[in-house]
T-cell receptor, first 115, second 112 residues
Framework: NAGVMQNPRHLVRRRGQEARLRCSPM?????VYWYRQLPEEGLKFMVY????????ESGMPKERFSAEFPKEGPSILRIQQVVRGDSAAYFCASSPHTGTNQPQHFGDGTRLSIL | DAKTTQPNSMESNEEEPVHLPCNHSTISGTDYIHWYRQLPSQGPEYVIHGLTSNVNNRMASLAIAEDRKSSTLILHRATLRDAAVYYCILRDVDNAGNMLTFGGGTRLMVKP
């Protein structure tokens, strides 16, 4: 079984450009979670999506960041007008169900560098 | 999520058992105890989870104290590939299905 696939693995953008990060969950998983890991810091939750719906975006910055999980295709995390502080590793996870008993399965992340 | 406390780092010798402790004195009766690890340059990897009883799987064992205020992740024979940051995370019903709250974790170093 293929795991959670994230691409690109590395992404370089200049300040002011847009960054699009893609995440394909494991087969049969309809719940997707995005986390961000800033340099020398721990992982922080950003957003939780189910197919076509945003369930919890309490960790998303209020501006420039958006996420979607369409009926067909991967989940996308979009960052508009990137700034240096957006440089981080962005991880996606998926699970087949919700609940405190459910593990989340992570991809290997996209490392975003802002010049 | 309730708070967990872990040592910042631990060292182990290869092929010896490793016991990684986690304190969670404010745990509630419905909180599950999850462990993840993150190898260098990789995403977090689920290791094991439990509620009250000890748990075993192919990767590790989880020993949960009777009062549930602490738990220990046990790697039975450490290998160099087990060098990683290990995170102990509590998941509560108020936050069901949503976020994992990662603390600082324990950085495990394995010496050959």
């Amino acid at each position: 079984n293929a795991g959670v696939m994230q691409n690109p693995r590395h992404l370089v953008r200049r300040r002011g450009q847009e960054a699009r990060l893609r995440c394909s969950p494991m087969k049969g998983h309809s719940h997707v979670y995005w986390y961000r890991q800033l340099p020398e810091e721990g992982l922080k939750f950003m957003v939780y999506l189910q197919k076509e719906n945003i369930i919890d975006e309490s960790g998303m910055p209020k501006e420039r960041f958006s996420a979607e999980f369409p009926k067909e295709g991967p989940s996308i995390l979009r960052i508009q007008q990137v700034v240096r502080g957006d440089s981080a590793a962005y991880f996606c996870a998926s699970s087949p169900h919700t609940g405190t008993n459910q593990p989340q399965h992570f991809g290997d992340g996209t490392r975003l560098s802002i010049l | 999520d309730a708070k967990t406390t872990q040592p910042n780092s631990m060292e182990s010798n290869e092929e010896e058992p490793v016991h990684l402790p986690c304190n969670h004195s404010t745990i509630s009766g419905t909180d599950y105890i999850h462990w993840y690890r993150q190898l260098p340059s990789q995403g977090p990897e689920y290791v094991i989870h439990g509620l009250t009883s000890n748990v075993n799987n192919r990767m590790a064992s989880l020993a949960i104290a009777e009062d549930r205020k602490s738990s220990t992740l046990i790697l039975h024979r450490a290998t160099l590939r087990d060098a990683a940051v290990y995170y102990c995370i509590l998941r509560d019903v108020d936050n069901a299905g949503n976020m994992l709250t990662f603390g600082g974790g324990t950085r495990l170093m394995v010496k050959p």
